[in-house]
């Protein structure tokens, strides 16, 4: 089966400019996370969809980030404007129900560089 | 707050055992996971503890005491592949949370 697949791997962007990242889950996974990862740390969680409804988004930054996940499939991360601290590695994952939230799969990832 | 602590880096040689540490401190717990990282890649689902004990999958074993907050990931028969950084998860709510406190991982290093 396909994998979690994040566009585009790397992003450079100057600060105050908007940045957006799409991710396509596995098939049939309901519950979808998008993670921030800053150098030698572990992933942290921004928000998390069970389905299409954002049901944690406790730790997204909601001044400048934006996110949706339409038709419960496809999401996409938005930040306006970017800030320098913002240079990190977005990831995204997913989880169905066979595996529960320990065994999460995810994508490669997007390396965004604010300058 | 939730905290998991695992130590920075380690070093071991080809074909030796080398164990990676967990201490947590979260507001609850119903399970721990481990992840590795290759540089530059998505990170990977290695194991689950979610009862104390040993869990074997292959090379790797991953062990758990909830008394002492407490976990292990132990890596057997090293190879140069499994030079990458290690992460231990906390599943801090249990249920239909689906969320996991990641540690700060530690950088496997394998020489020849």
């Known amino acids: 089966e396909a994998g979690v697949v994040q566009s585009p791997r790397y992003k450079i962007i100057e600060k105050k400019q908007p940045v957006a990242f799409w991710c396509n889950p596995i098939s049939g996974h309901n519950t979808l996370y998008w993670y921030r990862q800053n150098l030698g740390q572990g992933p942290e969680l921004l928000i998390r969809?069970?389905?299409?409804?954002?049901?944690?988004d406790s730790q997204l930054p909601k001044d400048r980030f934006s996110a949706e996940r339409l038709k419960g499939v496809d999401s996409t991360l938005k930040i306006q404007p970017a800030e320098l601290g913002d240079s990190a590695v977005y990831l995204c994952a997913s989880s169905g129900d066979r595996g529960g939230s320990y065994e999460q799969y995810f994508g490669p990832g997007t390396r965004l560089t604010v300058t | 707050g939730q905290s998991l602590e695992q130590p920075s880096e380690v070093t071991a040689v080809e074909g030796a055992i080398v164990q990676i540490n967990c201490t947590y401190q979260?507001?609850?717990?119903?399970?721990l996971s481990w992840y590795q990282q290759h540089d530059g890649g998505a990170p990977t689902f290695l194991s689950y503890n979610g009862l104390d004990g040993l869990e074997e999958t292959g090379r790797f074993s991953s062990f758990l005491s909830r008394s002492d907050s407490y976990g292990y990931l132990l890596l057997q028969e090293l190879q140069m592949k499994d030079s990458a950084s290690y992460f231990c998860a906390v599943d801090p709510y249990g249920g239909a949370t689906n969320k996991l406190i990641f540690g700060t991982g530690t950088l496997l290093a394998v020489q020849p």
């Open positions: 979260t507001s609850g717990f119903y399970g």
């Open positions: 969809y069970e389905n299409e409804e954002a049901v944690d």
